[in-house]
């Protein structure tokens, strides 16, 4: 229940760098949150809060797990996308989406927020349908939405599936946020403004030379059998494709939208729509800088719904014990 300021708490799983995380903590109170890789959560405790604890959420006890009103969480999504190898949820990674279930059901709280990509609800909807049950069997109502970020002005196509569940003693089914019709923002509004990449600004150098530009222009007009995407700019007057985190591993598969090179860092964040209040720490290895920012949510989708969520319960009476 909130809290006399009425502040709901949050605990966030697989919270990555914690790019959620920062788009919910002006409407919440984040209290606890967990990640494995040491350098996303070197980030998540540089820009949200030192609450957040390393390792293995498999391997944490239950009881070490704080309860709290809302549960946020993106379970790895490698082995639902399109572009993985499709395991699903016998793949090491997309079997975690059930040790996000149990949590849930371990922890009860009044509602979470659920994130994936979208293969979760196309080549892989029984997984979706059988996640669904058993939450509906836990107590919960379940509303789940495909979002499109460039609908809440991010320069990027980036859909993906978000659920959102609401303890049914609370007597309310989650509404989605509206899509925001005809504020599309393009790459040049995302972009247009920052500075020569030489360092000068937060997490915007290019450090990256090959291939040369006379490389790019071939394999651009030639491209090679066993490139998956090969090189492609982002449109300046366009919405720029999906950003992953294989841009740690190979940034010629979006180049800048002039200029002959992968984007930066801060270029990535501006088309996820981050603020520029979100700095990555110094000594944060640059692939690990891009792998995060492409594993995130997009800060307008996570707004929104942060926003919507608080609305809602807001306009719910809490006399409503616990489980």
């Known amino acids: 229940m909130p809290d006399v300021n009425g502040n709901y708490t949050v605990s966030s799983f697989f919270s990555g760098a914690g790019l959620l995380d920062y788009a919910f903590m002006d409407s919440f109170k984040i209290v606890w949150a967990n990640e494995i890789v040491k350098q996303a959560a070197q980030s998540y405790c540089a820009n949200i809060g030192n ?33 993985g190898k499709n395991k699903g949820e016998k793949g090491e990674r997309g079997k975690l989406v059930w040790a996000y279930l149990r949590i849930i059901k371990a922890k009860k709280p009044i509602c979470f927020l659920f994130e994936n990509v979208v293969g979760l609800c196309r080549k892989h909807k029984e997984t979706l349908h059988r996640l669904i049950e058993q939450f509906d069997k836990m107590g919960y109502t379940v509303s789940w939405k495909v979002l499109n970020a460039n609908q809440f002005e991010v320069a990027q196509h980036r859909e993906r599936v978000f659920l959102v569940g609401v303890r049914k003693d609370l007597g309310f089914v989650f509404q989605f946020p509206e899509n925001l019709k005809n ?19 937060s997490n915007h150098i290019a450090t990256w030379t090959s291939p040369t530009p006379e490389r790019i222009y071939d394999v651009m007009k030639n491209p090679r059998p066993n490139q998956f995407r090969g090189m492609r700019r982002v449109p300046w007057e366009g919405v720029s494709p999906t950003l992953t985190a ?31 209040s979100y700095v990555y720490p110094e000594n944060m290895p640059l692939t690990h800088q891009y792998k995060a920012t492409g594993n995130g949510v997009a800060y307008n989708v996570g707004k929104a719904l942060a926003t919507a969520l608080k609305s809602q319960l807001n306009a719910v009476p809490m006399q409503i014990s616990m489980f």
């Open 183 to 201: 504020k599309t923002k393009t790459v040049r509004e995302a972009i247009g403004d920052l500075p020569a990449p030489d360092g000068s600004f």
């Open 51 to 83: 609450h957040i604890r390393v390792g293995d959420i498999t391997r944490i006890p239950l009881n070490e797990i704080p309860s709290t009103d809302v549960i946020i969480g993106g379970p790895p999504c490698q082995d639902y996308s399109s572009s």
């Open 246 to 276: 294989h841009l740690s591993k190979d940034g010629r598969e979006t180049l800048h939208s002039s200029e002959d090179r992968r984007l930066t860092v801060r270029e990535c964040l501006r088309i996820m729509s981050v603020p520029d």
